[in-house]
């Protein structure tokens, strides 16, 4: 098991659902996606939809940053990570 710090800022599908904005998580795995996992495993449908289509596709207007420094595409969801990482997702809102 590795524990990773996950953030959620603008997320408010996710972080709702989770009480919390912030939070350590216990993956089994060492990527992105084992995060993703993890969360849609513990609290169910709603945190699935909010991080993918209806085709199963990464919603796109989530951005997911490692550490506060670097960008993760959508296409880069097996990306490592490291025990003690910060991974944040942040939902980009369109406006005008």
Aim: proline letters at 2%; hydrophobic letters at 40%.
């Amino acid at each position: 098991m590795m524990r990773i710090h996950v953030e959620f800022l603008g997320f408010p599908m996710v972080s709702d659902v989770l009480g919390t904005k912030k939070m350590d998580l216990d993956i089994p795995g060492d990527s992105v996606k084992n995060v993703i996992d993890e969360l849609i495993r513990r609290y169910g449908k709603k945190v699935e939809q909010a991080f993918y289509d209806d085709k199963g596709r990464l919603d796109v207007t989530l951005q997911m940053t490692l550490n506060g420094k670097t960008l993760i595409s959508a296409d880069q969801l097996r990306a490592s990570l490291k025990d003690g990482d910060t991974l944040t997702f942040v939902l980009l809102l369109a406006g005008g």
